[in-house]
């Protein structure tokens, strides 16, 4: 197994990129939950202010306790690259045989994160890795 940080960029600036960076303001990172269709939307829509490249990923999600909704679990379906105005990649990351429907798989076997709080503006939660997520509502 590689160590991340003999790497690409790693090995060169460990220090600043081995354990995350905050990136804010070079990087616009955008997770959309749409309640009527339930389908989620993950990816990066702008890096240092233009949009020439988008990376997203698209798929159900679900709450396994749809009283509680403290958990959420989701599966990436398919993804989406764009570069510039006219190319757009839309690969299927359905994973075929052998993979339970969504619907029917257990959330041991889904990426799902774990809401830790949520309120009118902010919701924080630890995503099954143990990376934190903290997302801002936008009108």
Known sequence: MLDPATVGLLQWFPPVLRYGQ???GFVSAIQRFDLSTYENENGIFEIFGSDFLRLTVIGPFKWPDSVRRQVCAFRPTQAKVKVGE???WEPSL???DGVAPFDK?????LPFFKFILVDD???VAQGRSGSVALWGRIE
């Open 86 to 88: 006219k190319w757009m």
């Open 22 to 24: 905050y990136v804010d």
């Open 105 to 109: 798989a257990k959330l041991t076997e």
């Open 121 to 123: 503006k902010v919701a």
């Open 94 to 96: 359905d994973g075929g």
